[in-house]
């Protein structure tokens, strides 16, 4: 039996011997899997979110005997709620909704994926052809869809982006549509209800990989800079053991016999290097900054706008 193997056991044993409810729902076993649920950034559905994380989850399973029950949450709130309710073991997030549940301290980090060496990512905004629109500056007077206001590359970063360009989003923009993912919000746009939208490149590039919108018909008006990477995020009620067993499963799932280069897979279902269980909060300072800069009265009015 492999050193992991014999930790898994080893804690699947203290765990279960721990009293309390937490316990008696999840100790990693086939009959009660670890808990994950997973933001909706692209539409959370079976084909989309969910399917985009098995793969490596799956990877996990296979080499350490650590079971998993992953579901997709209805809003990016409901992901937060539900692991500051022990409602769930395991959580991915981005940085704007990882971070309320860190504070609460309901939350702390497990691991981000890597790719080129990378653990970042970008925001877009983007817009159609024929809408006249060049650059973030000329959203003035156009319509526009933004995802979850607790996503990170769907709210926050783009909202940020048109700060930064002079324009008032709230007063600017003629009409806002708040659609509840990125994938959502694309899809606005990509049926002429929108002129534009925000949401990860990531997303923008599976939604054309899949055929679901044309990159002909539309240009990119706005790039964000580097955003640290969505995380897998646990609960702070997790016991130390479990912890360290489940960093240790995603520190090396990528080295494991049996465990394919095509089941590393992160944020929109792309093939990625591996994943790092060794971050620390200080990744997420780039955006802290970001996020202060969009002040509560800000998304609260925007939101307001979206609903009128």
């Given at each position: 039996m492999s050193l992991l193997k014999t930790l898994v056991v080893a804690t699947a044993a203290t765990f279960i011997s721990i009293?309390?409810?937490l316990a008696q729902q999840a100790d990693g076993s086939a009959a009660n899997p670890y808990r994950v649920m997973l933001v909706p950034a692209d539409g959370g559905t079976e084909d989309g979110?969910?399917?985009d994380f098995k793969p490596v989850f799956d990877a996990v399973t296979q080499t350490t005997g650590i079971h998993f029950d992953i579901k997709v949450g209805q809003t990016y709130a409901t992901v937060i709620e539900a692991i500051c309710s022990d409602v769930v073991e395991i959580a991915w997030f981005g940085a704007a909704s990882y971070l309320p549940a860190q504070q609460r301290g309901c939350a702390?980090?497990?691991a981000v994926d890597v790719h080129h060496g990378s653990s970042t990512y970008f925001s877009g905004i983007y817009a159609r052809k024929d809408s006249g629109?060049?650059?973030?500056a000329d959203l003035r007077g156009h319509s526009m869809a933004f995802g979850d206001a607790n996503s990170t590359s769907s709210?926050?970063?783009?909202v940020a982006m048109i700060v930064t360009a002079g324009l008032d989003p709230v007063n600017d923009l003629s009409a806002i549509r708040m659609t509840g993912s990125h994938a959502n919000?694309?899809?606005a746009m990509a049926e002429g209800q929108v002129d534009a939208a925000a949401a990860s490149f990531d997303s923008f590039e599976k939604a054309i990989n899949a055929g679901e919108i044309s990159v002909d018909d539309f240009v990119v008006v706005g790039k964000s800079d580097p955003i640290p990477n969505p995380p897998l995020a646990m609960s702070t009620d997790l016991p130390a053991e479990v912890k360290a067993a489940l960093r240790t499963a995603f520190n090396t799932v990528h080295e494991a016999a049996g465990v394919t280069p095509e089941m590393i897979r992160g944020y929109g279902?792309?093939?990625v290097d591996r994943y790092d269980a060794n971050i620390t909060d200080d990744m997420l300072a780039p955006a802290l900054?970001?996020?202060s800069g969009v002040s509560g009265d800000l998304r609260d009015a925007i939101i307001a706008k979206a609903g009128n």
């Amino acid at each position: 039996m492999s050193l992991l193997k014999t930790l898994v056991v080893a804690t699947a044993a203290t765990f279960i011997s721990i009293t309390g409810a937490l316990a008696q729902q999840a100790d990693g076993s086939a009959a009660n899997p670890y808990r994950v649920m997973l933001v909706p950034a692209d539409g959370g559905t079976e084909d989309g979110t969910k399917a985009d994380f098995k793969p490596v989850f799956d990877a996990v399973t296979q080499t350490t005997g650590i079971h998993f029950d992953i579901k997709v949450g209805q809003t990016y709130a409901t992901v937060i709620e539900a692991i500051c309710s022990d409602v769930v073991e395991i959580a991915w997030f981005g940085a704007a909704s990882y971070l309320p549940a860190q504070q609460r301290g309901c939350a702390e980090l497990l691991a981000v994926d890597v790719h080129h060496g990378s653990s970042t990512y970008f925001s877009g905004i983007y817009a159609r052809k024929d809408s006249g629109i060049a650059a973030v500056a000329d959203l003035r007077g156009h319509s526009m869809a933004f995802g979850d206001a607790n996503s990170t590359s769907s709210f926050v970063y783009p909202v940020a982006m048109i700060v930064t360009a002079g324009l008032d989003p709230v007063n600017d923009l003629s009409a806002i549509r708040m659609t509840g993912s990125h994938a959502n919000s694309l899809k606005a746009m990509a049926e002429g209800q929108v002129d534009a939208a925000a949401a990860s490149f990531d997303s923008f590039e599976k939604a054309i990989n899949a055929g679901e919108i044309s990159v002909d018909d539309f240009v990119v008006v706005g790039k964000s800079d580097p955003i640290p990477n969505p995380p897998l995020a646990m609960s702070t009620d997790l016991p130390a053991e479990v912890k360290a067993a489940l960093r240790t499963a995603f520190n090396t799932v990528h080295e494991a016999a049996g465990v394919t280069p095509e089941m590393i897979r992160g944020y929109g279902g792309k093939q990625v290097d591996r994943y790092d269980a060794n971050i620390t909060d200080d990744m997420l300072a780039p955006a802290l900054v970001v996020l202060s800069g969009v002040s509560g009265d800000l998304r609260d009015a925007i939101i307001a706008k979206a609903g009128n």
